[in-house]
Every structure is written in C-alpha cells, then in structure tokens.
C-alpha cells in the first residue's frame, strides 16, 4: 500500500492488443516522458516488444514491476509493465476474442489499484467492443463496467479545445432519445460534473449551461416540447439545489467562442451534440473521462484504429492528453481538504 506521502503514479490498461493503443503507450514513453507523469502499462510484456521492434523502437527498455509502487523509481529509464497475459499472440489490425479476457483483466486490475490507493488513476486504452461481446463481456462498453467495479451511476465528461461536454444520453439511436431522456438523468449530470469541476477542476463556483434537444431548443414548444416538460424542469430542479445553471439552450449557439466565456461545463442531451463540437475543436487532443466513480479515470477520445494499427503512424495527442489530464485531475482532488471525522 502506498504511504500518504509517496508520489503515486498512473496505470495504463492495455485496450484492444491489435489496436492502436499499445504502440501509442509506447511512443509517448519513448519520446515526451520527460514532461508526463510516471505511468505503468497493464499488458503482455512479450507483446510489447514485438510491438516496439515492428515501429521501429527496438531498443525501447521495458520493465516489469510488480506493483505501481515501483513505477516512478523506473519510469525515467525503462517503461514500466505490469504484467498481464495474452492468451495468444496479437497481430496489429487483427482482433482476437481470445484475448478479451487479457483487455477486461487489465481494467479490473487497473480498477483495483485506484481503489486501493496503490495508484492515483487510470486512464484506459481503446477496447473493441465486438471483440470483448464475442469473448462473453457483458456491458455495453469501459464506463458501464467501471460502474459496476467501483461503484456510482458514472457520467461522461469530454475535455478538450478548452471545452467541457457531457452528453446525458450516450450509445443510443438517434431515435431513441427522446423517449429516453429523464428530467432525473439530467439532474444527476449536472450534479455529478458540478461537484467534479470543483473537486477534480478546482473551479469554485462552477457554471453550468444545458442545451435543448430539439432545433432552437423546441421554440417554445413548436418544434418539440422536451424542453418544457423534461429539460427545464431539472434546470430549475439543479438551481434549487444551489448551483450555476441556466437553460435549455439552442444547442447551434452553445459553442462559439463568445459563448464559450459563460459557463465550465455543457449538459448535451445526445451523444453527437457534445462530440461534434469537441472533435471540431481539438481532434488529437480531446480526452474521455468518467465521473461519479469514486477514481480518476481518463481515455483517448479515438477508438482501437485497426486500419492503421502496428504502422506508427496514430498520432498519440489524445493519449498524453489523457495522461496529463488525469494527472492533474488526481492532483487536484488530494489538494482537497480531508472530510471532518465524524463525532
């Protein structure tokens, strides 16, 4: 167990061996490691260095440890590794099911040590989901899974370009939003990304804007009333409580720079509607990150890549994105004041 007052460092799950997330580990470590935060990577040590020889890192020294303890001793040397076996060798491009219990096994060991403070926070490599469904992986993707490991009804948060989005509905159809969205999951939203803009963002007073769903945020009920029935009410319902919201907004007027100025973070309510103007704004560099589970957890904003998996060429912005931002998320949340003993 790490003492109080040990530096802790961050541990990388491997994602998908035949994507793209392994050889971007290894890039970042070969060529910015001077400016990221010490980072372990749960994966298959054999694996690596096939990887690394195949980008033309032959020589990038890895080493096992044995628990994220021993990472930052190492981390200016040698890439550290927390062994995790594949069950079969891993080809760039080409994904195996019979390695998705290896890809779970590195987010629940990952998991693990946030949970018992061994390491500071996760940050989590491309997984295919298709792959993991076909190995017997019974949720819908990385944040789903994570709830049930570390307990909390999780909420995604998009950093990037100076922006911060969090879509309340997330992998469904079009179609099927409307029907889904729930003046109580907007509500727990807001909450949860208010309350981690001041903890994990060190903002104070955090300032909240929600858009509407429909075109001109329903124009007073002519172009949808999911405004008025479903969004407006859990604005007011999020203000009651003490927090800087205001909305529905049109959702085509939320994200220019001068409106960018007014708030800290946007409630979008549809997948596409946080994500479209993240990407736009910062492509390689925008970051995914899981709120409501009690640890720091950060990912890339990219998937596994197969296409271009194993030819060096991924750019690897959204990783050391991701890095960096965990590391200042992690930061940011010991800086807080100890909970008073109870009585």
């Known amino acids: 167990m790490t003492g109080p007052h040990t530096p802790r460092s961050i541990v990388v799950s491997m994602g998908d061996p035949a994507g793209i997330g392994p050889e971007l580990a290894l890039q970042a470590w070969q060529h910015e490691r001077a400016s990221l935060p010490p980072f372990a990577l749960l994966a298959d040590g054999a694996h690596l260095a096939g990887l690394a020889r195949r980008i033309g890192l032959a020589d990038l020294p890895l080493q096992p440890v044995e628990s994220p303890d021993q ?201 596409d509607q946080a994500l479209i103007p993240l990407k736009t704004l910062d492509f390689y560099g925008g970051v995914n990150t899981t709120l409501g589970i009690g640890i720091v957890r950060t990912s890339p904003d990219h998937g596994t890549a197969f296409d271009i998996a194993g030819r060096a060429i991924a750019h690897r912005g959204s990783l050391v994105a991701a890095l960096r931002l965990a590391a200042d998320m992690a930061r940011a949340r010991a800086a807080q004041p100890a909970p008073a003993a109870a009585p």
């Open 71 to 271: 990472v930052n001793r190492t981390f200016a040397t040698a890439l550290p590794v927390l062994t995790c076996p594949l069950a079969r060798p891993a080809t760039p491009g080409t994904p195996d099911p019979a390695n998705g219990a290896a890809v779970v096994e590195a987010i629940r060991r990952g998991a693990a040590y946030c949970l018992s403070g061994e390491a500071r926070a996760l940050v989590t490599l491309p997984i295919h989901k298709k792959t993991l469904y076909d190995a017997g992986f019974g949720f819908p993707g990385h944040t789903e899974y994570l709830g049930q490991l570390c307990g909390g009804k999780p909420v995604m948060l998009l950093v990037g370009g100076g922006l911060r989005v969090a879509p309340v509905t997330i992998h469904l159809a079009l179609r099927q939003v409307a029907d889904s969205l729930r003046q109580a999951d907007i509500v727990h939203a807001g909450r949860v990304v208010a309350e981690a803009l001041r903890r994990d963002f060190a903002i104070a007073e955090p300032r909240l804007a929600v858009a509407g769903l429909n075109p001109h945020a329903g124009e007073d009920g002519a172009l949808g009333d999911e405004e008025r029935r479903i969004i407006a009410p859990a604005v007011a319902a999020l203000a009651a409580e003490g927090w800087q919201v205001s909305g529905p907004w049109p959702a085509d007027s939320l994200f220019h720079e001068a409106a960018r100025e007014r708030y800290d973070a946007v409630l979008t309510m549809y997948h």
